[in-house]
């Protein structure tokens, strides 16, 4: 699994509208509204780099009201949780057999 945090610089007046688009993208399994130099913060997660590629310039990039994007890739997930399994859930369904 791929986990990718992407930076947004949205339009400040829509934000709200912004993070439920974000949240429509399959993809994307958070958005947090920050404070600082981002506006909202995006946790993607996928099973291939070209997935993220297209999910990061197509998906994302056709919601009208973000206008700047960074994306970090995440090498290691520390957490007190089990992140693998609790974001393999349903993971394979749909996928071709």
């Known amino acids: 699994m791929i986990t990718a945090i992407v930076l947004c610089t ?19 399994s958070e958005v947090y509204s920050v404070a600082g130099d981002w506006d909202i913060v995006a946790m993607i997660r996928v099973r291939e780099h070209e997935q993220l590629a297209a999910v990061v310039t197509h998906k994302l990039g056709s919601i009208g009201t973000v206008t700047r994007t960074t994306t970090l890739i995440a090498f290691r997930a520390y957490s007190n949780y089990d992140l693998e399994r609790l974001f393999a859930v349903g993971a394979d369904e749909g996928r071709e057999a």
């Open 10 to 28: 949205v339009d400040r007046r829509h934000i709200p509208e912004t993070a439920q688009a974000l949240l429509a993208v399959e993809e994307v």
